[in-house]
Structures are given as C-alpha cells and as structure tokens.
C-alpha cells in the first residue's frame, strides 16, 4: 500500500520553488492557483527503498507586500522543503529565525533546505558562500535540474525513517 | 577575289572567338524570350518559386498574421456587436431550443413511466402520500424525478489535507489532490472570512454541490449533482453523523484500507 504523504514548499518570493516543483513532477493543476489562493498541490509517487510514497507538495507562494498567505497551509506537513535563493542574500538572511519558527508549528518535521540558482552564480562566490552557510543545504539549480531528484528523495527518505 | 577570299578566312581566324560568344548569347536570348513570352514558359519559371512561398506562408500563418487577424476579429466584433448578436441569434436559439426540446422529451418519457405504474404498489403509495400530505401527485412525480445524486464522498484529515477514504460513482482526476486543493480553499475561505470559529459549509459549481461537514480531526465532502432539496440534505447530514459516529469514533485509529469499503456500504 502507497504511503501518502504531505510535502511543504517554503521560501521567500522568487526563490524558485514553484521551478522546482517543475522539475520534479508533472504538472496537473495550473500555476494560476498559486496566485489566486496562494498554494498549488502536485503529487509525485516515489520508490524509496522499496516503499512507494506518494508525496502532495504543497507550493507555498512566498509573502509580497500585498498578499499575506494563510499561515494554516503548513499544518500537517511532514515534510518541509526550505528554499532560498543563491544570488539573493535578502532570501537567506533570516532563515535561522524563520527555520525557528518552523520548528514552533511542526515541531519534529524533517526539513531540507535547499539553495536554489546554483547556475547562475560564479565557482568562486558558490565557494565563499558554501563556507558562510550551514552544511546541510543542498545546493541545486531548477534550471539545470541539479540535485532536484536528489532533495525530493532525500527529504523522502527522511520522511519514512 | 582572292584578296577577298584571305580576308574573309583572316576574319573568321580572328573573330572565331567572339562569333561563337556571340551565337551562345543568341541562344540564350531565344531560350528567355521563350521563358518569359510564352504562358508555358513563364509558369515554368515561377511556379517553383510561388509554390515554395505559399506552402511558407500556409506553415506559419498562424505567427505571421495570427496577431494581427485576432486584432481586426477583435476590433470588428467590438465595433459591429449588434450585427455579430443578430447573426449569431438564431443559431444559438436554434441550439437551446434543440435542448430545451431534447431535455422536455427525456422528461415527457419520465412522467410516462411514472404513470404507468399509476395502478402500482408505488402509484397508490404516491397517491396516499400526497392525500395525506396535501401535495398533489404530479409534484411528487416531478420531484422523483429531479432527485439529487451523491456523485462522491471524501473523507479528508483536517490540516494536512490527506485522503483518508473516498467513494466515487465516477472516476474523477486523481482523488489526493483534489483533497489537496478543497483544504487549501477551505483554509482559504476560512482565513478570509471566518470570523472565529466558522467552517466552509458548501461549495456551489453549476450543477454541483459539495456539502462539507467538520469533525475534529476530519471533514467529510459530498459531492452532490442535481437540486438539493431541504429533505435530502437533513438525511445526508445525519447519514454522515451516523457514518462519522459509527464507522470513525468505534474504528479509532481511521483504518484507510476499510475506508472505501464502509463508504461504499454507506453512501451507494
């Protein structure tokens, strides 16, 4: 029998969770969704050691100025896919408070965070970022598909643990 | 004579060259009067040439004059609306009528049917029901006929928005997300309107009605197609109750393997 599980996307605006999501799953509902309520739901079956799971990734729209989200999309989530954008510091430079946060509502959750737009920064600055920053983000590119499988079956296989 | 004969054999010595230039430019001359004064001629030339341009034009039509045919469609229908609604007047009255008509005999063929089984055990039921009730028979028989249908039930966990179990008539896109999505618009709807403790009750689209009922960790959607009538609502409302009070609190632990198989029994 398939275990089902629910999937959170989490980043600021732009990051690129909803390329991501591209990446990973065919998509069946229209992005439109994303900014009329402000979530877009995809399923991806995935084997993970022998276990098929079937994760529902919520793709959370990031916060704007002019259009707050309901903060009840996350409950019940296990699992939580924290995004940030490599080229954009504003979007990591409050992860640890916002990571806290996370940890409040769903206390035990697995999380993974992931920097996104690994293309489009320089082999050095990738180098002086990656020593900055924590070592368990998983640096991957949306655009290039790098470390797209990898994230979604690595939280995945957190998930079952 | 003689003199006149060397000069002329010096003149062909001399010129060979150029006579012969001169012949190939006479022939080519003849070949492109032929080519271009004759209709044969002609459209041997430029057919090959307007036959390549038309099969480009007719592959890419669309990205070449797409834009701006839509534009003018655009403009004239704006500009010339009471034309475009005496024009397409009769054939969308055609269409409804065609429906209307379509729709009066299916239930012409109904009522047929209901009366024939007027001398029925269901006939005089009907009858005493109405006597009693002091509605007239062919109400009763109009609303047989008009009863809702439950299309399908989901039985969705509260927050996270899991299927626990569902029951559909028909098969619909994938059950999972759509138990997704009606929580995310539930959460929606709530965070928008809710003034402290209220629940979405009911989602209307067209013919279709999703009733909601909410339990503490639980909701449970029906899915109803046609007119929903006080009546059947109050008995769906305490269908569930039961389905929720004897199937999900005795089960505790919600066993999703059962689920289909309870609400099959329950709502079929």
């Known amino acids: 029998m398939d275990i089902t599980k629910k999937v959170v996307l989490i980043g600021k605006f732009g990051v690129g969770k909803t390329s991501l999501v591209q990446r990973f799953v065919h998509q069946k509902f229209s992005d439109e969704y994303l900014t009329t309520i402000g979530v877009k739901i995809d399923k991806k079956i995935v084997e993970i050691n022998g276990k098929k799971l079937s994760m529902l990734i919520w793709d959370i729209a990031g916060e704007s100025s002019h259009q707050k989200i309901p903060s009840s999309y996350k409950l019940g989530a296990q699992g939580i896919f924290y995004v940030f954008d490599l080229t954009r510091p504003s979007t990591f430079g409050d992860m640890s408070v916002e990571l806290n946060e996370l940890e409040n509502i769903l206390s035990g959750v697995p999380i993974k965070i992931v920097g996104n737009k690994k293309d489009l920064i320089s082999p050095e600055s990738f180098d002086a970022l990656r020593k900055q920053l924590s070592p368990n983000i998983l640096y991957c590119s949306a655009k290039t598909g790098e470390n797209v499988e990898k994230a979604f079956y690595e939280l995945g296989t957190e998930m079952l643990a | ?268």
């Open chain 2, 1 to 268: 004579m003689v003199e006149g004969y060397r000069f002329k054999k010096l003149k062909e010595i001399l010129f060979e060259q150029d006579r012969r230039a001169r012949e190939e430019l006479q022939s080519k001359l003849i070949e492109i009067e032929k080519g271009v004064n004759t209709r044969e001629g002609m459209e041997a030339r430029v057919n090959p040439i307007l036959e390549d341009k038309v099969t480009f034009l007719q592959q890419n039509f669309p990205t070449l004059f797409g834009p701006a045919v839509t534009q003018a469609i655009k403009r004239e229908i704006k500009e010339s609306q009471d034309e475009v609604v005496e024009a397409l007047y009769p054939i969308i009255g055609k269409m409804v009528k065609k429906y209307i008509v379509k729709e009066m005999e299916l239930l012409s063929e109904r009522i047929d049917r209901q009366l024939d089984l007027a001398f029925s055990w269901e006939g005089w039921l009907r009858r005493i029901k109405g006597w009693f009730g002091g509605v007239s028979e062919k109400d009763i028989i109009t609303q047989q006929l008009m009863e809702p249908t439950l299309e399908e039930i989901f039985v969705i966990q509260q927050n996270s928005g899991l299927l626990i179990g569902s029951y559909s008539k028909n098969n619909t896109i994938d059950q999972d997300m759509i138990a997704g999505m009606l929580t995310a618009i539930k959460a929606f709807v709530q965070d928008a309107f809710s003034r402290g403790g209220e629940d979405l009750e009911m989602i209307e689209y067209e013919t279709y009605k999703l009733i909601i009922r909410n339990f503490k960790s639980f909701y449970i959607t029906a899915v109803i197609s046609g007119p929903v009538n006080m009546e059947f609502k109050n008995e769906l409302d305490q269908q569930i109750l039961n389905f929720a009070e004897q199937v999900l609190k005795q089960e505790g632990q919600i066993r999703e393997d059962k689920m289909k198989g309870h609400l099959e029994h329950w709502f079929s």
